[in-house]
Each structure stands twice: as structure tokens, then as C-alpha cells.
């Protein structure tokens, strides 16, 4: 399954076809190696036709379900050692036939031969992200081709691993490619574009990519002897320049995660443009839409991401029937390590912003990590993706950075290309820690939800040898875990001293010995725990009204004018589903509430719902519009669109879903002038003397 690059990590899994491959990745993969497809395939993207062949060879003995999409008609099925029985209509647009292998004379191995031809969908560039991945269809045009595995685009055994030679013929002036090891290439204005690439090893699916590139070409020594990595750029003409850049960073991270985990386990690399606002990793290579290239930052953090599926998810396989562990590994190991290199401040925040992300949530809207397989909403990334960075995270601050790092190459070294659960995860780790992480795992594996802590009490009292004795007291509400707790002494003179709590009840207390009398005690001051934050740390963010399935939103416009119909799209695109409308008499009930106006409109209902007026701090004279967060007296978070005209209004609509994480935006058109978190501070509670 081709996993969303990091920028653009989002899964609009809409169709009934993205319902039918969840379903199939729900079941357990085999993880047989025998299964080998050898796929001849020609595109013409002028007419959309496609016409490929596959010779499938099977196991000597078992029964298969085999998958085509029905937009393709199959003109000839040959069967050596298989009987192949068609099924019922599957859903999802594809049909299905059953397979059970059978006797093969002169001990060869069972085969099926299959030719198929369709035309494909016409590419459409206007869609936006969200739109895109919401089709997975195979799309062809001559600014590009995009055949995703998802698409049933080529027979394959459903819920199998298999290895694959793929040779791919295109029209001169376009070139291609899927994952895997390019063997051989050619092109002539008679014969066209000509290329043949194999995966060895035990694949979950082929995705095909084409269009008219420019491919620029580079290389890396491998930590491997003798092992040569082969980088490419598959550039459009507008952003050729931007290929050495590319493919400097690729080595870069290719060389860091050889010394961090072991050596990379492919022969090449290769960075894709897609034509539209897209991003996929896929072994070996990421496809990225030409816009999301075009982004500065990108270099710095999704494309190291990608890199990084090379190892998990690509490398290792993780078991969606078990959850998918890969996402929250290659979080921490890439996103949230390149935020360390930045800085204290910088990593600090990010913690934060995932404890922010995960306070957004209605309750009862999360999953446990054991059941989340890939991003299909806002909901789910938080968990997939943030909260289990922040397992491995926590696990590393426990166990010690370096029997975290062994475990990591271990974990490499020992389910290179197998199917990973969790459970062997903790295996690995049990083995190199030399001890029990039982309930460690269980704890943040099996439930929902996250620890309540609070220091409910903080007493000193002198010693007799004249330092001084602190007792503070830990309290967990809700369910109980097994948490080492960080906490943050300041003495009477300023000084800071770092203390840790193995909490394991609902209720403890702890005694340390200090050399001065402390004066206050900071629960958790760097976020190093996944917990729900205190009401003083979780200010409100626009994700509140964005991820919140209980959030209802307010129009302050006339149902059937232009304004309402502009404001109804834009929320339904904040929020992925259609607005939960409200009426201007609306009463607060700590339900978050998204209230859309021209200004004028916006400024009357917060007078007249006595609610504070846009902050001054953030006004701007080229303002076109604004968007601001605040609480309202009985604890609602109100997220506020404020803008002076339809244009205005509509402008905001593509930029907006990616500011979740701020307070406060401001716009000038189309373009973010203004942005911010307001300020917030873990609570300090004042040690108190004990006089008894």
C-alpha cells in the first residue's frame, strides 16, 4: 500500500473501491514469497488506453483470490496447474476470481497468463489535495499518468506480498517508472520511451508513474560494500532547477540512517512530480506534487520523512490486521528528529503541539493504537501518527538512548521484509532492554484516551542537617498508568532542579532531599508525557473546530445567498464533513463552535453575545481577513472567520486546513501575513510548608 508523504500526509479515502483495500488490508498478509508477477504494460496518455499482459506464478499449493478493476476487460486468461473460477461483482468497482492451484506437470510451478485493456480516467488537474486522494482511480493525460496500486490497475492476488518484474512502453516524451530496481531503459522517437524494472523482494502492490520528465541523475556509496544507491529526479521543465537540490538532501538522509539504523535496503531512490497536489511514498521513491516541491521547506522535513519508509513500511512491512506502528516510528525518527536538530524550543513545541492536537479531540473520538492501520481523517493522525511518535519517544526516555538505538537496528536487522506487529516490536525491545515492557506496551497499545495528572499537593520541612525535605503529591484521574513523571523544582532563589516520579497508583506520594528550600513544583514543563493537558495549558487552536466531531458552526449570512454558499464550502473542507449548522441564538455548552461573517456581521454578535472583540495584537492595516480563537466564559472554544468580502471569504479556502495548530491568522488574500499560538505555561503549584 503506498503511504502519503509527510507534508501531505492525509487520507481522503472516499470511494468505495479505497473502502474495498482497507477491507483487504484488514486481513492478515501472506507474506509468501513465491507469488511473482511479470507485467508487460503500454500507455498511450493521448487516447488514455492501456494494454498489459501478466504471467502470475503461484505457490505449488493453495487458493487465491486474484482482483482486476472492472473499467479493464480481460481478452484472454490462459491457466497452467490453476483452476480460476469468476465471482460475484466485488464492491468497489472490481471483479474477482477464485484460484486454486492444481497439479503441474514436470514439477513447474502453477501460472496464470492474463492480457487486459481499459482506458483509464482523464487526469483532472483542478482537484485539490483532499479531492485527489479522495479518487483512487488510474488517471492518464499527457501531463501526467498516475496508476496507484489502490486502483486494482494491474491482476494481482489480494492480501499477498509478491515480487514483480514490471516492462513499461510509453509514447517518445514521456517517461516512467514503479518502484523497484530500473534494469534497463531506451528511447527513439519510433519506438518511444522503453523500461524495465524488478522487486525482488516481497511487495504489497506496484504503483506506476509517468509524464513528459526531465530526469536528472546522481549516486551514493552505501555503507554496504561494494553497494552503489542510484538517485533520480523525475522533474517537470519548471522545476528542474530544483533537482540537485533534491538529490543532495537525498544523500544526506540516505547516509544518516544508514549510521543510525543499517545499511539502506535498496539499490536507488528516486523523487517523482506528480501533477497534482499529491504525495506518496512507495519503496525506492515519493511522488510529490509539483507545488509541494516548489514549498522551501520541504527538503528539510517530508522528503527525509520518505527517505525513511524506505526502512519501516517499505522495508519492514507492518501488519494492518495488528495495527500500523510504521507511521509513529518514522514520526519520531524523522519529523520530530529534525525539530531536535533545530533546537530545544523547536522539539519542545512540537510535543506540545501533539498534546494540543490530541486535547482537540471529542471524547471518545480517538482509537487505540492497535487499531489504527492508515490516515483516513484529522482523528486518526493525531493517534497514528503523533501519539505513537510519542510512545517511541517515551520508550527511549525510559529505556536510555542507547538501548533504544540497539533495539532500532536489531529491529532492522531482524524483520527486514516480514510482516511486523507490534507485539514483535516489544519482543525485539524486551530482548535488547533485558526485561519486561509488558504493560508499558499494554497500557498505550490497548486503550483510548490519555493519563489525567495533576500535583494535588506540595509540602516541605526542614532537616535536621539543614537541607530540606519535599513531599509532592501525584494524582491520576480516569484510568491508571504506569508513567515516570518529569517534573521541574524552582527554589526560593530562581534555580531549577530536574526530578522524576515512577507513578504507578492513582494516588502517590514522593520525597526528595534538596540542598535549598523549594518554592514550586511544574508538572511535566517540557511535554516529555502524552497526557491530557491542564485547562491552563491546552489554549484554544483552530483545530478544535477543524478535528472536534462535536463542533457546530454558525453562517451569519442569509441561507440562500452567495456568502452562505462560500462559507458552507470552506467549512465542509475545514472539516471534512458537512457542517453541523446552528441558528444565531445558539447557547454555549463547551462545544466548540465555528462562527463564519463579513466583519461588520462578526463584530455585532460578539457584542451582542458580550464576548471579547478581535485582539488588537493582531491587527493588521493589509488584512482581508481573519481567523482567531477564543473561550468563552463556560469553557467553548469559538474559532472566529471574520472577512471583508465574498473574495476574501473564498480565498481562504486552501490554506486554511494547514494552519490547525495556530490561534490566530491573518490573511492578506490568499496569503498568511499574520499567525500564532496564544501564550501558555504548564501550571505551577506553590510548595507549601509543613507544619505538622
Known amino acids: ?324 506502528w510504521s507511521e509513529g516510528l518514522t514520526t519520531f525518527m524523522a519529523d520530530y528528529t529534525y525539530k531536535v536538530q533545530q533546537g530545544s524550543v523547536a522539539a519542545r513545541e512540537m510535543r506540545l503541539d501533539w498534546l494540543r492536537d490530541f486535547t482537540a479531540l471529542a471524547p471518545g473520538q480517538d482509537q487505540p493504537l492497535l487499531a489504527f492501520t492508515s490516515r483516513t481523517h484529522g482523528a486518526s493522525k493525531i493517534v497514528g501518527y503523533n501519539k505513537a511518535a510519542m510512545f517511541f519517544l517515551m520508550l527511549r526516555d525510559w529505556l536510555g538512548e542507547s538501548v533504544f538505538d540497539e533495539a532500532i537496528r536489531t529491529l532492522w536487522h531482524e524483520r527486514r521484509f516480514r510482516i511486523t506487529a507490534w507485539q514483535d516490536i516489544q519482543q525485539i525491545f524486551e530482548q535488547v532492554a533485558d526485561r519486561s515492557l509488558d504493560a508499558y506496551f499494554k497500557q498505550w497499545l490497548t486503550r483510548t484516551g490519555a493519563p489525567q495528572i495533576s500535583v494535588t499537593q506540595a509540602l516541605s520541612n526542614p532537616t535536621s542537617d539543614g537541607r530540606y525535605r519535599l513531599a509532592v503529591v501525584l494524582t491520576q484521574s480516569g484510568d491508571v498508568y504506569q508513567l515516570r513523571v518529569p517534573l521541574l523544582m524552582r527554589n526560593c532563589s530562581g534555580n531549577e532542579e530536574k526530578l522524576y516520579a515512577d507513578l504507578q497508583s492513582r494516588q502517590q506520594t514522593f520525597e526528595w532531599i534538596l540542598s535549598s528550600p523549594p518554592d514550586e513544583i511544574v508538572l511535566d514543563p517540557d511535554f516529555q508525557l502524552f497526557r491530557l493537558l491542564a485547562a491552563e495549558e491546552a489554549v484554544p487552536i483552530l483545530r478544535e473546530g477543524m478535528v472536534n466531531q462535536s463542533a457546530r458552526t454558525l453562517l451569519l449570512f442569509q441561507p440562500d445567498s452567495e456568502s452562505h454558499r462560500i462559507a458552507f464550502t470552506l467549512v465542509s473542507n475545514l472539516q471534512g464533513r458537512k457542517p453541523l449548522q446552528v441558528n444565531k441564538n445558539i447557547d454555549f455548552h463547551q462545544t466548540p463552535l465555528v462562527v463564519v461573517g463579513l466583519t461588520h456581521q462578526v463584530d455585532d454578535w460578539l457584542a451582542q453575545r458580550n464576548l471579547p472583540a478581535m485582539p488588537q495584537t493582531i491587527q493588521d492595516e493589509k488584512a482581508t481577513a481573519y481567523v482567531w480563537t477564543i473561550r468563552s466564559s463556560d469553557g467553548a472554544i469559538i474559532t472566529i472567520l471574520s472577512a471583508r468580502d465574498n473574495d476574501s471569504l473564498l480565498a481562504l479556502g486552501r490554506s486554511l486546513p494547514h494552519y490547525g495548530r495556530q490561534s490566530y491568522l491573518v490573511y492578506d488574500s490568499a496569503t498568511v501575513i499574520g499567525k500564532g499560538v496564544w501564550p501558555a505555561q504548564p501550571p505551577a503549584v506553590k510548595v507549601k510548608a509543613n507544619r505538622s
Do not use: C
Open 1 to 324: 500500500m503506498n503511504k502519503p508523504a509527510g507534508f501531505v500526509m492525509f487520507h481522503g479515502k472516499s470511494t468505495a473501491a479505497w473502502l474495498y483495500l482497507i477491507m483487504l488490508l484488514s486481513l492478515p498478509l501472506q507474506a509468501a514469497t513465491d507469488i511473482h508477477y511479470a507485467i508487460t504494460v503500454a500507455i498511450d496518455p493521448s487516447s488514455r488506453m492501456l494494454r498489459g499482459e501478466s504471467q502470475i506464478t503461484l505457490p505449488s499449493a493453495g487458493e487465491f483470490e486474484l482482483v482486476l478493476s472492472r473499467r479493464f476487460t480481460v481478452s484472454h486468461l490462459q491457466a497452467n496447474g490453476v483452476r480460476v473460477m469468476r465471482q460475484a461483482a466485488q464492491p468497489g468497482g472490481v471483479q474477482s476470481w477464485r484460484v486454486i492451484t492444481t497439479a503441474v506437470e514436470k514439477n513447474g510451478l502453477p501460472q496464470i497468463i492474463l492480457h487486459w485493456q481499459g482506458e483509464l480516467a482523464e487526469l483532472d488537474q483542478s482537484l485539490d489535495h483532499a479531492q485527489t486522494l479522495g479518487r483512487p482511480i488510474p488517471v492518464s493525460s499527457n501531463a501526467g499518468t498516475f496508476l496507484p496500486n489502490s486502483s486494482a490497475w494491474y491482476p494481482a492476488i489480494s492480501g499477498a506480498l509478491a515480487s514483480y518484474k514490471v516492462e513499461l512502453s510509453l509514447p517518445f516524451g514521456q517517461r516512467g517508472l514503479v518502484a523497484g530496481k530500473l534494469v534497463q531503459e531506451s528511447e527513439s522517437e519510433t519506438d518511444g520511451y522503453q523500461a524495465r524494472f524488478t522487486f525482488d523482494y516481497p511487495s504489497d502492490g506496484i504503483d506506476l508513474m509517468a509524464g513528459p520528465y526531465r530526469i536528472r541523475h546522481d549516486k551514493i556509496q552505501s555503507t554496504a560494500v561494494s553497494k552503489e544507491i542510484q538517485l533520480r529526479t523525475y522533474f517537470y521543465s519548471e522545476i528542474d532547477d530544483l533537482a540537485s537540490g533534491y538529490l543532495d538532501s537525498v544523500k544526506q538522509y540516505i547516509s544518516f540512517y544508514e549510521k543510525w539504523i543499517g545499511e539502506y535496503p535498496f539499490t536507488e531512490f528516486s523523487v517523482v512530480a506528480s501533477p497534482t497536489p499529491t504525495g506518496f511514498g512507495m519503496p525506492t521513491l515519493t511522488y510529490l506534487g509539483v507545488s509541494v516541491l516548489k514549498l522551501p521547506f520541504i527538503r528539510a522535513t517530508s522528503l527525509g520523512h520518505e527517505v525513511l519508509h524506505n526502512w519501516w513500511g517499505n522495508g519492514v512491512y507492518a501488519d494492518y490486521s495488528r495495527g500500523n
